[in-house]
């Protein structure tokens, strides 16, 4: 171990080429990014090393030999957290010592050490028996189908693990402190503590209030402990608005909070103290919060998965599909440029500037749909933009000409939150995420406004949306009005009911479900409560929608999956939206480039981050095995659950249904797919959801929307012939819970699969956790997700272009919208971005050294990354990264930024192009003689400054086209400094008339 290991500290002379002989000859790999244990990446006077004795990798940045500086890195970002004054790396060498000797853990620490143990006895019994287990299976145990895997520690486990007696021989060579029920060791002391768990207080905040008043008066100090202060704040809101017998007039309930984690209260005697969790108090999940360890599914693997290759279908604005050749160094006077070389159709070839990374996108069809490259110089590509663009303007007419209709309508302004909201909104058994917390304010923001809301909640399935809609229920109902819930199945219908009802069952509400499972005399008392007011939240389906729905005071439509509506439901909405505060719920994502396009069109939330104290769901590849069918369906029923098994050949169904039958004859089993009576699928479905089937044996009709918290196993087979999208939909349907769930995808074996297959099982399997798996499906997702959000005709329109240039041109045609058709609706919009992109031509040398950043994929995202950077804050952030992750900003990299810095100046200016070659800048300005620009005070301000100043600015105008131009401008920094002073003339109009 010794003579494996180096030490490395700052200001120390190490050379480098030792360091990389070092890792090299002990098995390191050198990789581009060091993103797990014994791998290593040199990059100019940069070493970063993953040493398998440590959590994160190391960075040491060279001075020649000498070590200028050691920090601690972020393999996920790939920037610094924290500096090092002396480090030590240390090989793999587990495998080598459990082959040459055997020696316990505790022969390796210090003699002084204390060794505390809570319940010893129990836990050598579980020792003991584990090891028993081990040994009765250990010939299946250590057998694995990939034999190159060296994890397999070799032997049997009795010759590798210690036993509990000798765990427990050894053990007592320390000092030791054991606590528990019952004791192993002889103690010669023994202490004893007065204290005693907190008490259960069900959220019966009157009862929590009396016992802090009594604890007070006893002499005894209050405390709570919780996660975040956002309880705390609830606590003492709470507090404030309740009325206790116990509490004189004017009297606080005083208490001091602790931001501290503790996973169980107690009341201690002899310190007088009162110890409360706020998770016990409002009844909350706790779950440990854990070290952060790293995996790899982490943002440099989704870098890695979205990097544009050689090959690549891409699509460029102006000139349609075509194929990614990679970077090239091009000549531009004399001096060294990067681009992007494209081939189009017949060999023809773009060359893009790096400036204009912004104006392609990688082509994402549907299916993998290959597309046909366009052909550069034909009216093809305008025809199909223009045609795309004029559908994409009809409907997002539909959509702001209602957006305008609800805001000159008078709606109803509700009242801001009251203690029965706080206290609802406190009971949640999870900690709310950042994005529903900014999800519910914004909707709360809305309900209190004097015009109806209309907003749209996108978020992957289980992040946590029904939880906003049922504040934003309670909210209207605090209000005395009445709620409609709307959703597509009477399955979901009889869920959200299930689901309203639990939340608020502590609460004076009254809810009603509708559908065709109801009787007609029970849906006739519904209504009827309905219109006299007594029924305070109906959840239904379209039916909801019929005639004879009258209701009594409606202040909130919650619409769940509004795509799923036909036609004629659509229109029903329409007319009753149009002074009612809506509410829709999507689960398909939406990624923000969307959710800026449509923003004035819809007001627009996503919920990108799952809930806190999810586990991941454990997605496993394996080969169709009886015995891993059996094992896993045992194991879910054993401990209360219940399982999906999805096949998707309706033909042998049942087959499989009888082989499980076989397989687990005690166990009640359900058969569903889309071929069946829809009477006879609710039922089969309605018995899952109730919980009198275990095994639900169905094809993916499960895949919209099924949400089962009991169901926390999956089991798909045939799951190479599924897409990435549908197997996360379909993981989706577990895990929703506190429980840890599974997914296990049968397949054939590895070897005999398609490339395409192997990735998407390995991409699926690999990103298990929550957001990771998000993340890797968004891109399918979102493909389905486009045609559902803005009407099934798209769909054909993104097969065509692809998905991400069908949202730049959906961007254009909504910002084209606001400044032709609707301008009066938006006048009263700050109008201060005129141009929404700026092209730039140069002949300087602008380009990111390929001795900088060695990695061609690499280099091409630092472009893009740096091409998407949007102000001063970002850039200066940014600059401070590369030089965290590739050592000193070369000269050329700094001109680069400024080339970013101009452009910025430019759209701030209206320009629409710029052009600085041969000492000449030209500016041309926006080329649509009707836009709004040409009505602004920045174009008259400008004119007036151009007029003064003849000798330095020279206009012209050519094509229809305005220009003006410089002289004598050589350098980006020039070019920036002219810029600058145009906009402190307009910067000072502004200033002036305000």
């Not at 309508?409 to 909104?425: H, I, V």
């Amino acid at each position: 171990m010794v003579s494996n290991t180096v030490e490395a500290r700052v200001g120390e002379k190490l050379s480098v080429d030792f360091i990389i002989e070092f890792l090299n000859e002990n098995q390191f790999e050198r990789s581009d990014f060091v993103i797990e244990a014994g791998q290593f990446a040199v990059r100019g006077g940069i070493v970063d090393v993953f040493s398998f004795a440590n959590e994160l990798p190391y960075r040491m940045e060279f001075n020649g030999d000498i070590i200028e500086s050691i920090r601690v890195f972020d393999p996920s970002t790939q920037l610094s957290e924290k500096n090092m004054n002396h480090i030590t790396i240390i090989p793999n060498v587990q495998s080598k010592l459990i082959s040459q000797e055997h020696q316990s853990f505790l022969e390796f620490i210090p003699a002084e050490t204390i060794i505390w143990c809570v319940d010893a006895e129990h836990s050598f019994e579980m020792m003991q028996s584990g090891l028993k287990r081990m040994n009765e299976s250990s010939s299946s145990a250590l057998v694995n189908d990939d034999d190159s895997d060296d994890t397999i520690i070799p032997g049997k486990p009795d010759e590798v693990f210690d036993s509990a007696d000798r765990m427990r021989e050894l053990i007592q060579n320390f000092r030791i402190i054991e606590s528990g029920s019952k004791f192993e060791f002889n103690a010669p002391n023994t202490l004893t503590f007065r204290s005693r768990p907190q008490p259960s207080f069900n959220k019966n905040f009157e009862l929590v209030g009396t016992t802090f008043l009594e604890n007070a008066s006893a002499g005894y100090q209050n405390l709570i402990f919780a996660d975040s202060a956002k309880q705390i704040e609830r606590i003492y809101a709470i507090f404030n608005d309740i009325k206790i017998p116990a509490r004189l007039p004017g009297k606080e309930i005083s208490f001091t909070p602790m931001l501290l984690s503790l996973h169980q209260g107690f009341i201690d005697d002899d310190l007088k103290m009162a110890c409360y969790t706020d998770h016990q108090i409002f009844d909350r999940y706790h779950r440990f919060r854990l070290r952060k360890n790293y995996s790899k599914n982490e943002a440099l693997s989704l870098k890695e998965i979205y990097s544009l290759k050689p090959g690549d279908f891409i699509t460029h604005i102006d000139h349609g599909v075509g194929k990614f050749a990679g970077l090239e160094k091009v000549d531009v006077n004399g001096k060294t440029q990067e681009a992007i070389r494209l081939v189009y159709k017949d060999n023809d070839i773009l060359y893009v500037s790096i400036h204009s990374l912004h104006r392609i996108a990688r082509f994402t069809g549907k299916d993998g749909a290959q597309p046909k490259l366009n052909k550069l110089g034909t009216a093809t590509w305008a025809n199909l933009k223009q045609k795309t663009k004029k559908r994409v303007k009809d409907i997002a007419k539909d959509l702001i000409s209602l957006y305008a209709q609800r805001r000159s309508q008078k709606g109803f302004a509700f009242q801001p939150d009251n203690y029965l909201q706080t206290e609802l909104e406190a009971s949640f058994i999870y900690e709310d995420t950042p994005d529903q917390l900014k999800s519910t304010n914004d909707l709360k923001k809305d309900m209190e406004k004097p015009y109806p809301m209309d907003r749209l909640i996108c978020g992957d399935v289980g992040f946590g949306k029904t939880e906003v809609a049922i504040r934003a229920a309670f909210k209207a109902v605090n209000d005395s009005k009445q709620v409609a819930v709307l959703v597509p199945t009477t399955i979901l219908a009889l869920q959200h009911f299930k689901t309203f009802s639990e939340r608020l069952k502590d609460f004076p509400v009254t809810i009603y479900y509708l559908n065709r499972f109801k009787s007609a005399a029970q849906q006739s008392v519904t209504i009827d409560k309905l219109k006299s007011g007594k029924v305070d939240i109906v959840i239904g389906t379209h039916r909801i929608l019929s005639k004879d729905i009258k209701f009594h005071d409606l202040g909130l439509l919650i619409i769940d999956e509004e795509q799923k509506f036909g036609v004629a439901a659509k229109e029903k909405l329409k007319a009753l939206r149009v002074n009612v505060d809506t509410l829709t719920l999507t689960a398909t994502p939406i990624p923000r480039t969307l959710q800026f396009s449509l923003m004035g069109a819809r007001d627009l939330s996503v919920i990108n981050t799952p809930p806190p104290n999810r586990y991941p769901v454990t997605t496993e590849v394996h080969t169709f095995s009886e015995k891993l069918i059996k094992e896993a369906i045992q194991f879910e029923v054993a401990r209360g659950g219940q399982v999906f098994f999805i096949h998707n050949r309706v033909q042998d169904i049942h087959d499989i249904s009888a082989l499980i039958r076989k397989l687990c004859p005690d166990v009640k089993i359900g058969v569903g797919h889309g071929q069946m009576e829809g009477e006879q699928l609710e039922n089969v479905l309605l018995n899952f959801i109730e919980g009198e089937t275990d095994v639900l044996v169905a094809t993916t009709i499960i895949e919209s929307g099924i949400d089962i918290s009991n169901a926390n196993t999956i089991i798909i087979n045939q799951a190479h012939h599924f897409g990435l999208s549908d197997l996360h939909q379909m993981r989706g349907r577990v895990g929703r819970s506190n429980k840890k769930a599974f997914c296990y995808l049968l397949a054939p074996p590895l070897s005999v699969l398609t490339p395409e297959a192997k990735q998407r099982l390995k991409a699926i399997e690999e990103f298990s956790d929550l957001g990771s798996g998000f993340n890797v499906a968004m891109r399918d997702l979102d493909i389905r997700g486009a045609g559902n959000m803005l009407g099934g005709e798209q769909s054909g329109f993104i097969s065509e272009i692809g998905y991400e240039m069908f949202h730049k041109i959906l961007d254009e045609a909504i910002q084209e919208l606001k400044d032709t058709d609707f301008k009066d609706i938006f006048k009263g919009e700050e109008k201060s971005v005129f141009v929404h992109d700026c092209q730039i031509d140069t002949d300087l040398e602008i380009l990111i050294p390929s001795d900088y950043i060695t990695n061609i994929t690499e280099r091409l995202n630092i472009y893009k990354e740096i091409d998407d950077l949007e102000n001063e804050t970002q850039l200066v952030t940014y600059l401070k990264n590369l030089k965290d992750r590739f050592g000193p900003v070369p000269e050329e990299v700094n001109e680069l930024m400024s080339a970013i810095q101009l452009r910025w100046k430019a759209k701030e200016l209206g320009f629409e192009k710029i052009i600085l070659k041969g000492g000449i800048l030209k500016g041309y300005f926006v080329s649509n003689p009707e836009s709004s620009f040409y009505r602004s005070s920045v174009f008259s301000e400008l004119i007036g400054y151009i007029q003064k100043n003849p000798q330095r600015i020279k206009m012209s105008e050519k094509n229809n086209k305005l220009s003006i131009s410089f002289s004598g401008i050589r350098t980006v920094a020039q070019a920036n400094k002219i810029f600058a002073e145009l906009i402190q003339q307009v910067v000072h109009v502004k200033e002036t008339i305000s």
